[in-house]
Nanobody, 120 residues
Framework: VQLQASGGGLVQAGGSLRLSCAAS????????MGWFRQAPGKEREFVAA???????HYADPVKGRFTISRDNAKNTVYLQMNSLKPEDTAVYYC???????????????WGQGTLVTVSS
């Protein structure tokens, strides 16, 4: 099983990025898919998730700025990030779980991470 995250980069504050997470050997339609991030010196934290049933979840710091979506036909999950702030700087990881979406410990599969850097 492989989750391939991409789309990170360097952007100025206020800018936008779209992250992608392409899955292979699993069907994301049967999984809850989530995005987490980890900044230097900090623990991995929940960002957003989309359940297999179509319910979306967001962490408070990103509500109204980030949008998670999935394309089951392409077996890919996306994270559209708008109005980016320097505090959004982190390595972003996608994951797949059939358990609670906000708890990293319950994720069965993880992508390799993609770095997002937001300059002020």
């Amino acid at each position: 099983v492989q989750l391939q995250a991409s789309g990170g980069g360097l952007v100025q504050a206020g800018g936008s990025l779209r992250l992608s997470c392409a899955a292979s050997r699993i069907s994301i339609s049967t999984y809850n898919m989530g995005w987490f991030r980890q900044a230097p010196g900090k623990e991995r934290e929940f960002v957003a998730a989309t359940s297999w049933g179509g319910v979306d979840h967001y962490a408070d710091p990103v509500k109204g700025r980030f949008t998670i979506s999935r394309d089951n036909a392409k077996n890919t999950v996306y994270l559209q990030m708008n109005s980016l702030k320097p505090e959004d700087t982190a390595v972003y990881y996608c994951g797949a779980t059939q358990s609670a979406v906000r708890l990293a410990v319950g994720y069965r599969y993880w992508g390799q991470g993609t770095l997002v850097t937001v300059s002020s």
